[in-house]
Every structure is written in C-alpha cells, then in structure tokens.
C-alpha cells in the first residue's frame, strides 16, 4: 500500500467536499457525539464518511475523532483526525487540517498532515526524514530570546522576555507541523487537552524533523492508540527552550 | 473613482506577485529600510512598488509602511500596508492580508482588508455597513466567558477564566477583520506597537460593522495619517468585553 498517496488522495477529497463550509455556520451544525462526548458537527461527519469509504474496504484498524476504534485484527492502524481545528475552520480562521497517520504493529510507520488553505503537504515514514511538498525539512536552530511558539494552559504562564512572540492558531497538529518546518520553536499543550488523533501524524513528522517531543515533566513522549485520552505535550526544536519552558510550568504547577 | 475595484485590482496583482514567495526565506531577503527604521524586505519592495503604480498616476496623497508618506496636497489620502503580517507571510503562517483604507479631508470614506490565502474580501465605505465577499457583516453578540481574543502585550496579562480562547494570528489588520466578522470577539495591542497603515482599513470596516474602538483607558481611539506613530488600540464588539480588557490592563499598569 502507497500510505501517501491514499493519505493525500482522502486529503483532496475531503477538501474538495468540505471547503465550501469554511467559515460558514451551516458546517458546525451539531448532528451527533463522537465517543469522547464531543459534539459532531456536519463537517466532522461529512469528513469522516470520506475516510471510512477510503479505509474500511482494507480491513486495517481505524482511529478516528468521531467514530472511535474500528478493530480489525490487522498489522495496520490508521490514525485520523479529519479536520484538525474544526472550530477554526467553521469560525473563519485560516489554520486547520488533515491528519493522516499509519502505524505497523502499534508503532509509527508514516504521517501526513495537509493544510488544506495553503495545500502544504507535511509528510514522513519513519527513518526517511520529513517533507514539505517533496523538499526536506528540519526544526528551525533556536536562537535565544528570538523564539516563536504557541500553547495552551489553563494556567497563567508568563514567557514574556523569555520568547520573542506567540502565534496561538488553534490547530494543535498542524502548528506541530509548523515545529517541523521552521516556523514554530515549539507547541505545547498542558491542559491536557490534545489527544493522539490530533497529534498522530505530526509527531512522525517532528520526529523526522529533528524535534524533541515530551511529556509536562520532560519525559519521553508516550501516547496510546485511541480516541480518549488526554495528553499533555511539548513539542520543541531545541533542549535549552524545552528547558525554559518546563521552568517555566514546574513554577505554575 | 471606484475605490473598491481599485483596491481590489490592487490587492490581486500583489497576490499574483508576492504569492508564490510564501513560507520561503528568498521574500524576507532585506533590501532597503523603511521610515518607521523597520527593515524593508523583498516582498515589501515588490509589493510597494505594485501599489505605487497604481496610485502615482492619481496625485493622490499617499501613506504606506515602507515609503512613508507622499503628500500631494489632494482631498484624497490613501492609506496602505501591501503586506500586513508579512512575519507570518515569509515564514510560513497562513494569516496575511492586504490593507488598504481611503480618507477624503482626513476623514475614514473606505475600507479594503484582502486575505491572501482564503481570498476573503472586508470592505466597508462609511455609513453604508461592512461586508465580506459581499454579503453584511457584523460583530459577533458577546457571551460572558465564551469569547475568544487576540492580543498583543508586553505584560503577562491574566484573561484565563475571563475569555475562552485566544487566537494570536500575528495580523493586527487581518485580526480586527476577524472581529468585524464575527470570528474574533475582540483583538488588542498595547504595546504599544500598532501603525495607522496597519488598522486604517479595518478600522472603517470594524466601525461599520458595530465594533468599539478605544485606546488603553478606554477613551475613543483617535490617530493620524502618518506611517510612524505608535498605539495602543483595543477593538472589542461588547463593552461588557472592552470592560474585562480595560480592567486587566489596569491591574497590570
């Protein structure tokens, strides 16, 4: 199987069905729950139906936001978030996208995540190095004080002085896509609030890129292949930036 | 002379122009500085030199980020920023736009805020609503603790329990756009760092579709047309919001 060329093949058929509704409230009307007790809005559903028609006639095991697991028994899982920031996409604000990833026998095998406004294409097996439509990316070299990074908190931190700007997009994925192109130092989440469908594809992809990836306390990252639970998570390009920013939690927990 | 369709043909040749340098390093090559002492990039010049075709040939006056201001003594002022959140625009964050504002004897006659990546056009003439892709556009109604906000400071302030969600975009002009339409509930800078050729545009648009517009006291925001001036600027569509805002920077004075 071509996990890329069916990732991106579902990616365009979604986008091509679902861009209508940007911005547009007719896309988050409610129309159901997902398995974690979200809402499901038309446009999570309308997504979701274009995944099964691609995934379900190959029997693989299927994680997915708002149907839950599908087990199969199979080798192969496919992780999905259809679209990654959907209150972003039904509110009008440009960041949001399609992720998209592929695990053999419970470990990362391929990810892609694909913005659908831009058309960027993030994608990487394991071993192979990460890519931004077909060029080789890497995390950008972290220059002190001259960092840009987003998170999310329920705790009032203060990075002022310490960062140089904050860009909060509000598409946890495709921000750490952005970790992996240069764009964001680091994303961060200790909420916790993002879940492994957010986060699947992308951290292959910062994985490739060179990023390091841990838990509120500095730990090495772990995550389990459903739907529910919850996850705090730093995403960095450099160990001197994850350090300021577990300083900066430790003094806040 | 139509004003929109002149902003409009403006806006889409910079788009044809400057597009494709998006997300890549050869656009942020520095070429020149401008009157403000920012630096002047590639895409700045390209940009500029686009709208300066264009407005020349008027004998109009002219107020625009990197050239400054050319006075030629005409009831007409235009007022510009090619590329506002051109940080965003080189290094890869999908929220940009272009700025484009008319005064007749100093005073607000038109507005064009154009985004690039969604082609999302916010125009608004004085007194005649404010519009998106032609159709009226108005602030978002205010729910307590629902709201979401960008904002720009360098004190931490502490909104956490007061709003839901921030959304820092990195696009002053393009963000108050977002108030006008509903998807921001409300965006301030009080740095302060904000220029006239950065919110002129939106400024008409945000008024007329229902936005309040003070300084850091909450005062009526008033400005000139002029490229150097820095303020602080809060646009807010509820002054039950513009209170909760006006509180935290008063507690952190």
Same mark, same amino acid.
């Given at each position: 199987m071509n996990w890329d060329e069916l990732g991106l093949k579902i990616a365009k058929e979604i986008e091509k069905e679902?861009? =209508?509704?940007?911005?547009?409230?007719e896309g988050a009307k409610i129309i159901g729950y997902s398995p974690s007790g979200d809402t499901t809005e038309l446009i999570d559903r309308m997504s979701e139906d274009i995944v099964l028609k691609h995934l379900?006639?190959?029997?693989i095991n299927i994680v997915s936001e708002e149907i839950g697991t599908i087990n199969n028994n199979s080798e192969w899982t496919a992780i999905i978030d =259809?679209?990654?920031?959907s209150f972003n996409f039904t509110t009008g604000f440009p960041c949001f996208g399609f992720c998209f990833a592929i695990f053999k026998n419970n470990k990362p095998y391929y990810g892609l995540t694909y913005e659908f406004l831009t058309k960027n294409i993030y994608e990487a097996y394991v071993g192979k190095g990460a890519f931004l439509n077909g060029e080789k990316i890497k995390v950008k070299k972290y220059i002190e004080k001259e960092a840009v990074i987003s998170y999310y908190s329920n705790k009032n931190l203060n990075l002022i002085g310490k960062v140089r700007r904050a860009r909060i997009m509000g598409a946890f994925g495709v921000e750490m896509a952005y970790v992996a192109k240069g764009a964001l130092d680091a994303v961060f989440d200790i909420r916790p609030y993002v879940r492994t469908t957010d986060f699947a594809s992308s951290y292959i992809i910062c994985k490739e890129a060179g990023a390091i990836i841990t838990d509120e306390k500095g730990h090495e990252f772990k995550f389990n292949l459903n739907t529910t639970d919850r996850y705090n998570m730093i995403v960095a390009n450099d160990k001197k930036l994850l350090n300021i920013i577990l300083e900066e939690i430790k003094i806040n927990r």
């Open positions: 679902v861009m =209508p509704y940007f911005g547009k409230k379900k006639p190959l029997n =259809p679209i990654d920031g």
